[in-house]
C-alpha cells in the first residue's frame, strides 16, 4: 500500500492509479514568484532531431534511455546555457507521460509533436519545438463527467487524497506510429455508473479509429472476494487504471490495481487486438482470493521480443488458500490448507506471463520469502517501478520494505541479487549504458540519488554504489527518472529526475527538474530551483519528463507541461 494514505485496516495495493463537449477548464494560478513562460516560441532554431518517445519508459523493457540525444550534453546543460523555454497548457493535470512522435506528417509540414493527456479525459497535439497547438479532443462518455476523487470515499479511506479532483486519463497512453494510432483509458460516470473505455485515436487529427471505443468489461470463474455464483467481475468504479498501457505484438495491454484499497478488487490485465479492439486476454492474478494490484509507481508493463510480461504484484493473496488481512495488531486469518506455489492466486510475485489462448500463463514467478509480513505490514511487492535490463535476462524489482531484487527473467524462483536499501521504494528507476560503464539508477523517498553499477561478468550490481549528495524526495513519492545520452558518447549522458518539494503523498506541491552526469550522480548539472522562470509550480507525482529532440517535457498539477532545452 502506497504510503499516499493512512494505514488501513485491510491490506491491497494501491495506485494512483468520436469528439465530446469538452469540459471548461480549472483555474491554476501561477505563483507570484515564478515569471510566467511564454505559450509559443517565435522562430525557433531549425530542430534536426527526430526522435519518438512513443510509450512509457522509451520501450518495453522500461529503461528510461534515449540514447539518440544528440543536442543536451553534460557540457551544455547548465543555468547559463539550459532552462524552460515554454509552456504547453491543458485544462487538468497531467498524471501521463508525455508522448512524442517525431517528423509527423501534420499542419502545414512535418513536425515533432507532442501529445499530452488530462485526467478531465482530454488529448492535446503540441508541436514539441515551438508549442504550436494541433488540436485537442475530449473524450468523456456522452452525457457523463470524469469521476472525481469524492466518488472514491469508502468508510476506510475518507477522505479520498490521492487523488485530488477528476480520475480520467491516468495511465501513460501507447502509440503505434505505423498506424498513427494512440491508445488510452478514459473513465467516465453520471454519478451512479460508471464506464472505462479503451480509445482507439489518429494522432493527426483526433479522431476516434475504427471500433473505437470499447468498454472495458470481464468477468472470469473465481470464488474470490466479491465473486457472485463463482465469477468474479471487473468493476470500473474501484479499479485504477495507472500502470502505462504496452503495446506488445499486435495486442494493447492495459493493467488494473485499486483506488484507496477499495475491497472488493483485484489484479487484472486485459489485452486488445490492436487493430479491431477485440478483447483477445483477460488475467486476473487472484480470482480465488484478493487484492493483488498492479501499478509499480505508473512504469508500464514490460514485455520481451517474444510477447512476455513482466509484471510485480501488491499486497494480497498468495497461493492458493492464503488470505492474509492486515488488521494492525498483526494478526491475520489463515486458511488451514493453504499452497503457496499455487499458480491460481499470486499477489505479492514477480511473474513472468505468457500469452496463452484468452489468458496469460504464469511461466516463472518469484515471491519473497516473508511475504506474510509484508502482507500484514503492509510493505507490498510491486510498488517500485520494474524493468528489464537491457541485451540481458534480468528483471529489475523492488518491495516497500526496502529490498531490490534482481531475477532472472525466465528462472525467478532463485534471487540472483538482492540490495537491501531499508527505506520505501516508491520511485521510477532508468537505466543507462556508456563507454566504459552500465549503471541502474534508484531515487526513493526520503533516500538519496543512487548509481548501481552493473557487472556484465556477474551479471550483478557492484558492492559498492555512486551516491548523490543532493537533498532528495521526502514523504511518500520517491523520484522518476529518466536518461539521456548520444550512444555511449563520453559526455553525453545525462541523468534526469523529478521529485516534490515537499510530501506530495495527499496535497499538491511544488516540484523540482534535475540533471546529473550519468557517470558521476554526485555531479549535479543544474537544477530548476536555480533561476526563477525554471521554477517548476507542481509536482505530477510518478509521472516521468520526457527527453527528446532536444527538450525536456515536463507534466505538472498546474495545468501545463513545461518546456526545458537550450536558451
Known sequence: MNRNFPYLFLLIIICFSCKKKETPAPSYPIPPTIPTLPTTLINPSPNTQHISVLTQHNDNTRAGLNNKETVLTTANVNANQFGAIFRMVVDDQVYAQPLVVGNLSIGSGNHNVVFIATVNNSLYAYDGDNGTLYWKNNYTASGMRPPAASDMASSWCQPYQDITNNIGIIGTPVIDSSTQTIYFVARSTDGNSFVQYLHAVNIVNGSEQSGSPVAITASIPGTGDGSSSGMVSFDPRRNNQRQGLALVNGVVYI?????????????????????????????????????????????????????????????????????????????????????????????????????????????????????????????????????????????????????????????????????????????????????????????????????????????????????????????????????????????????????????????????????????????????????????????????????????????????????????
Not at 258 to 276: E, K, L, Q, R, V
Not at 416 to 436: F, K, M, R, T, W
Not at 541 to 558: E, L, Q, R
Open 255 to 567: 493493467s488494473y490495481s485499486s483506488h484507496c484499497d477499495w475491497n472488493p478488487y483485484h489484479g487484472w490485465i486485459f489485452g486488445y487486438d490492436a487493430s479491431t479492439l477485440q478483447q483477445l486476454t483477460v488475467y486476473n492474478d487472484t480470482p480465488n482470493g484478493e487484492n493483488g494490484g498492479i501499478w509499480e509507481s505508473g512504469m508500464g508493463i514490460a514485455a520481451d521480443v517474444q510477447g512476455n510480461l513482466y509484471i510485480t504484484t501488491g499486497n494480497g493473496t498468495v497461493g492458493e488458500g492464503n488470505h492474509y488481512l492486515e488488521t494492525g495488531n498483526g494478526t491475520s486469518e489463515n486458511n488451514p490448507n493453504p499452497n503457496p506455489t499455487s499458480l491460481t492466486d499470486r499477489a505479492e510475485s514477480a511473474l513472468k506471463l505468457t500469452p496463452s489462448d484468452s489468458t496469460l500463463q504464469v511461466t516463472s514467478y518469484f515471491t519473497p520469502g516473508n511475504y506474510v509480513d509484508l502482507n500484514i505490514n503492509d510493505l507490498d511487492y510491486g510498488v517500485m517501478g520494474t524493468l528489464l535490463i537491457p541485451n540481458s535476462n534480468y528483471y529489475f524489482t523492488g518491495a516497500k520494505d526496502g529490498n531490490i531484487f534482481l531475477l532472472n527473467k525466465d528462472n525467478m524462483g532463485t534471487i540472483q541479487q538482492d540490495i537491501p536499501l531499508n527505506v520505501s521504494l516508491h520511485c521510477q528507476p532508468a537505466y543507462y549504458l556508456g563507454s566504459a560503464n552500465e549503471f541502474v539508477y534508484v531515487w526513493s523517498e526520503n533516500d538519496q540519488l543512487r548509481a548501481l553499477l552493473f557487472n556484465r561478468g556477474t551479471n550483478t550490481f557492484a558492492a559498492n554504489q555512486i551516491v548523490s549528495t543532493a537533498a532528495g524526495p521526502i514523504g511518500g513519492t520517491g523520484a522518476d527518472l529518466s536518461v539521456s545520452s548520444s550512444g555511449i558518447m563520453d559526455g553525453t549522458g545525462i541523468v534526469w529526475a523529478t521529485h516534490a518539494l515537499g510530501d506530495a503523498s495527499a496535497t499538491v506541491t511544488p516540484g523540482i527538474l534535475r540533471a546529473f552526469d550519468a557517470n558521476d550522480v554526485s555531479k549535479e548539472l543544474w537544477n530548476s530551483s536555480q533561476t526563477p522562470i525554471d521554477a517548476l509550480p507542481s509536482y505530477a507525482k510518478f509521472s516521468t519528463a520526457t527527453i527528446a529532440d532536444g527538450h525536456v517535457y515536463v507534466p505538472t498539477f498546474s495545468g501545463e507541461v513545461l518546456v526545458y532545452g537550450l536558451k
